[in-house]
């Protein structure tokens, strides 16, 4: 059997969907590279889990790579500063690159950032005192940036995924250092790209009122020519078919989940164990879709594991109401509250990426199939609560 080239978790061999913000991410380096200047405010992508935020990131930083720039990532996290970790991925990228030898300065100022930010406990002396962690993101983003310049790159490509999860004032001093990369007389040829969660833009203009000047975009549900696109393509490479109607079949099963797509992709090909020339047919992805979905119900059983009993009532209430989109008003009726009671775990459930606005007081299930998870979680709970109790004396209270 070839290896399947579908990868529910990581990377997809084909980024199917995402031609648009790719592009809009290749024009925001255009300008660096043509003028030698910041990229400009803050560019975001956000959307729920599973939508292929950080496969699209990944995508970008390497076409970035590949293009010219010197390119860094990090990951916000809410337990740890991001200057370090910054401080450390730009050293380690500087090391792995052709810069070694020019960039025996900049190294020094990384590791002492890593040192006097990163070590809790670290002594701190008059020049760390000097050093914030503000100081130290813009300062180091400023040198290496300057280097790469100077060394025949276009300038450096910053990639920060979970931007959400960063401390706030780490956000703040991100942005405040494009503000004043964009303001410089010399310009600093920086651009910084953002993926996270719906709570991602509110963390923005929370961190900086400026912040609302960071172009954000939404990335949504793939449609069909995507959904085959990211199915037969990979295939196609390895010299392998997928017959028509397996793909319609598909499209009606994944409903344009990203991940339900790849998951759905690598069971299929799990069953049919093809070799190169094969066809992949609707047997195999009706016999494949089993494993799929239980990896999806075990996903779902996850994101439930962390609500909170307000967050799971108004879920269990969504679900009730149908699969597509219900009132706020509907919602609160079913639950006997008034619907300001319902803000504060919405707008929880939204940042989480569980549920997102679908018009004025409408709200919607960002992942096709969590309704249908949740009411069968209900019936499983209602069934076990009316079950005779084991002495035959009728049914359980409990």
Same mark, same amino acid.
């Given at each position: 059997?070839?290896?399947?080239?579908?990868?529910?978790?990581?990377?997809?061999?084909?980024?199917?969907?995402?031609?648009?913000?790719?592009?809009?991410?290749?024009?925001?380096?255009?300008?660096?590279?043509?003028?030698?200047?910041?990229?400009?405010?803050?560019?975001?992508?956000?959307?729920?889990?599973?939508?292929?935020?950080?496969?699209?990131? /990944?995508?970008?930083? %390497?076409?970035?790579?590949?293009?010219?720039?010197?390119?860094?990532?990090?990951?916000?996290?809410? @337990?740890?500063?991001?200057?370090? @970790?910054?401080?450390?991925?730009?050293?380690?990228?500087?090391?792995?690159?052709?810069?070694?030898?020019?960039?025996?300065?900049?190294?020094?100022?990384?590791?002492? #950032?890593? #040192?006097?930010?990163?070590?809790?406990?670290?002594?701190?002396?008059?020049?760390?005192?000097? /050093? /914030?962690?503000?100081?130290?993101?813009?300062?180091?983003?400023?040198?290496?940036?300057?280097?790469?310049?100077?060394?025949?790159?276009?300038?450096?490509?910053?990639? #920060?995924?979970? !931007?959400?999860?960063?401390?706030?004032?780490?956000?703040?001093?991100?942005?405040?250092?494009?503000?004043?990369?964009?303001?410089?007389?010399?310009?600093?040829?920086?651009?910084?790209?953002?993926?996270?969660?719906?709570?991602?833009?509110?963390?923005?203009?929370?961190?900086?009122?400026?912040?609302? /000047?960071?172009?954000?975009?939404?990335?949504?549900?793939?449609?069909?020519?995507?959904?085959?696109?990211?199915?037969?393509?990979?295939?196609?490479?390895?010299?392998?078919?997928?017959?028509?109607?397996?793909?319609?079949?598909?499209?009606?099963?994944?409903?344009?989940?990203?991940?339900?797509?790849?998951?759905?992709?690598?069971?299929?090909?799990? #069953?049919? %164990?093809?070799?190169?020339?094969?066809?992949?047919?609707?047997?195999?992805? %009706?016999?494949?879709?089993?494993?799929?979905?239980?990896?999806? @119900?075990?996903?779902?059983?996850?994101?439930?594991?962390?609500?909170? @009993?307000?967050?799971?009532?108004?879920?269990?209430?969504?679900?009730?109401?149908?699969?597509?989109?219900?009132?706020?008003?509907?919602?609160?009726?079913?639950?006997?509250?008034?619907?300001?009671?319902?803000?504060?775990?919405?707008?929880?459930?939204?940042?989480?990426?569980?549920?997102?606005?679908?018009?004025?007081? %409408?709200?919607? !299930?960002?992942?096709?199939? !969590?309704?249908?998870?949740?009411?069968?979680?209900?019936?499983?709970?209602?069934?076990?609560?009316?079950?005779?109790?084991?002495?035959?004396?009728?049914?359980?209270?409990?």
């Amino acid at each position: 059997m070839i290896q399947s080239p579908y990868s529910p978790g990581s990377l997809p061999v084909y980024l199917a969907g995402r031609g648009h913000e790719l592009q809009v991410v290749r024009d925001r380096l255009a300008r660096v590279e043509a003028l030698g200047r910041s990229g400009g405010p803050l560019l975001a992508f956000y959307g729920p889990r599973g939508y292929g935020k950080t496969s699209l990131l /990944r995508a970008a930083q %390497r076409e970035a790579l590949a293009d010219g720039y010197l390119t860094v990532w990090v990951t916000g996290r809410e @337990d740890a500063p991001l200057a370090p @970790d910054l401080a450390g991925a730009l050293a380690e990228e500087v090391r792995d690159s052709s810069l070694l030898a020019q960039a025996s300065a900049l190294l020094a100022s990384l590791d002492k #950032v890593q #040192v006097e930010l990163g070590v809790p406990g670290a002594k701190i002396t008059a020049d760390t005192a000097a /050093r /914030r962690p503000g100081d130290a993101i813009e300062g180091s983003l400023k040198q290496a940036a300057q280097l790469a310049r100077q060394h025949d790159r276009h300038g450096l490509a910053v990639f #920060v995924d979970e !931007f959400q999860d960063a401390p706030t004032a780490d956000r703040r001093s991100l942005l405040i250092a494009l503000q004043h990369f964009d303001g410089a007389p010399k310009g600093q040829p920086v651009a910084v790209i953002a993926a996270g969660l719906p709570a991602l833009p509110s963390a923005v203009t929370a961190a900086a009122t400026f912040g609302e /000047r960071s172009d954000f975009h939404e990335l949504r549900l793939l449609n069909d020519v995507a959904t085959v696109e990211a199915l037969k393509l990979p295939a196609a490479q390895l010299g392998v078919h997928w017959a028509q109607e397996a793909l319609e079949y598909a499209i009606e099963a994944t409903r344009g989940y990203p991940h339900e797509i790849q998951l759905l992709g690598e069971a299929t090909w799990n #069953v049919a %164990r093809p070799a190169q020339g094969d066809t992949i047919t609707i047997g195999h992805v %009706r016999s494949g879709q089993e494993t799929a979905e239980r990896r999806m @119900d075990q996903l779902f059983q996850a994101r439930i594991a962390k609500t909170t @009993d307000d967050q799971r009532r108004l879920l269990d209430a969504m679900a009730s109401l149908g699969d597509g989109p219900a009132t706020r008003g509907s919602i609160a009726a079913l639950l006997g509250v008034p619907t300001e009671a319902l803000s504060r775990p919405r707008q929880e459930l939204i940042g989480r990426g569980l549920i997102e606005p679908a018009g004025h007081g %409408r709200l919607q !299930f960002t992942v096709p199939g !969590f309704a249908a998870f949740l009411r069968g979680q209900t019936e499983d709970t209602l069934e076990l609560e009316t079950q005779p109790d084991r002495r035959g004396t009728g049914y359980s209270a409990e």
